[in-house]
Structure formats: C-alpha cells, structure tokens
C-alpha cells in the first residue's frame, strides 16, 4: 500500500510531501503564483507514471534476460475537450529484436500506474475531525 502525507501552510503554494522515509517539496511555477520550488502536482504525476513504467520494463526484461541497458520516458500532459491527454514516447536502448520490443511496448500499456490511470481511480474524501 502506497502512503503520503502532504502539509501546506504560509504565503506560497508550495507543499511538503512526505513518503515512506523520502521528503520532497512541490510547487507551482511562477507564473502561477507559486515560487517554483519542487514539481508542479502534474509534473509529479508524469514522473509517477513515468518512473512505474521504466522499472517494469527493467524488471520484465530482467525476468527474461534480455539486454535491456536503458529506458528512457519522455511524457506530456494536455487536456482536450475536458479529458486528460497524456503523451508517453519510450526510448529502448538495448540488443532487443522486433518481438522484444513489442511486447515491451505491450507491457508498457498495462504497468500499475498506467493501469490506474487508465481506470481512473475511485478518489474518498473526508474531513478529518
């Protein structure tokens, strides 16, 4: 199970994120109002997207012994018509034949996060008393 706590106070935008033993600050850019001190929220989620599929990949190719030397993940997000758009293109630099490279692209479609994404996840607020 995933777990983070997330605390903002002050002035600024920015929020303090704490997960597992890992701390981090995330932002707005400027122009926005923010000070542009860590990732804006979107830019978290490319790099959480982002980040599940390099490491599946890896370890899939890894499962399989194939000479995968590198994943590299460009993404982008937009929202048309009141949907979210997100771009992933995948860089595989390794000695992988067609097959290889499809079913890695395959996989890519269904890591966890992906999955999530694609789902959309049911999201319970609450106020805490």
């Given at each position: 199970m995933a777990r983070a706590?997330?605390?903002?106070?002050?002035?600024?935008?920015?929020?303090?994120?704490?997960?597992?033993?890992h701390e981090l600050l995330s932002d707005e850019p400027q122009a926005l109002g923010g000070q542009d001190a860590g990732p804006a929220p979107y830019d978290l989620l490319l790099a959480s997207l982002g980040s599940c599929t390099?490491?599946?990949?890896?370890?899939?190719?890894?499962?399989?012994?194939?000479?995968?030397?590198?994943?590299?993940?460009?993404?982008?997000?937009?929202?048309?018509?009141?949907?979210?758009?997100?771009?992933?293109?995948?860089?595989l630099?390794?000695?992988?034949?067609?097959?290889?490279?499809?079913?890695?692209?395959?996989?890519a479609e269904r890591t966890p996060v992906t999955l999530t994404l694609k789902e959309a996840a049911d999201i319970h607020t609450e106020l805490a008393k």
């Open positions: 706590t997330v605390s903002s106070s002050g002035a600024e935008w920015a929020t303090h994120i704490k997960t597992g033993r390099a490491i599946t990949l890896r370890m899939y190719a890894q499962r399989k012994q194939w000479t995968l030397r590198e994943v590299g993940i460009e993404l982008s997000h937009h929202k048309e018509e009141n949907r979210s758009k997100i771009h992933r293109v995948i860089t630099q390794g000695d992988l034949d067609e097959e290889q490279r499809a079913r890695l692209a395959d996989i």
